[in-house]
């Protein structure tokens, strides 16, 4: 299983950019889930979001709900992560992550997914 993020960069204020998490190896429409997470240094990685291919389901951390969307393309093997009014607390390394576990009532926990992709930093600032 491999993942290659991309994606991320340096943008102003309540900008938009979107992620893209290349997959392959693992099957997007199983009853894994994939997820995304963020890093800022000397803070723990925090999930953000994760879903289901199997069902669509997704969840939302409360610091990214209503503004980040996740989503798939089983057939392009992809996972995205569209990012809209972006501030600069969103500035972080964020990495997608596959075959884990995705609840619906908390925050996916990184020590539950297998796979992971490199990071790819957004930086948020006028």
């Known amino acids: 299983v491999q993942l290659q993020a991309s994606g991320g960069g340096l943008v102003q204020p309540g900008a938009s950019l979107r992620l893209s998490c290349a997959v392959s190896?693992?099957?997007?429409?199983?009853?894994?889930?994939v997820g995304w997470f963020r890093q800022t240094p000397g803070q723990e990685r925090e999930g953000i979001s994760c879903m289901y291919g199997s069902d669509n389901s997704t969840y939302y951390a409360d610091s990214v709900k209503g503004r980040f969307t996740i989503s798939t393309d089983n057939a392009k093997k992809m996972v995205y992560l569209q990012m809209n009014n972006l501030k600069p607390e969103d500035t972080a390394v964020y990495y997608c992550?596959?075959?884990?576990?995705?609840?619906?009532?908390?925050?996916?926990?990184?020590?539950?997914?297998?796979?992971w992709g490199q990071g790819t930093q957004v930086t948020v600032s006028s």
């Open positions: 190896g693992f099957n997007l429409e199983g009853n894994s889930a």
């Open positions: 992550a596959a075959d884990g576990v995705c609840y619906m009532d908390y925050d996916p926990m990184d020590h539950e997914y297998d796979r």
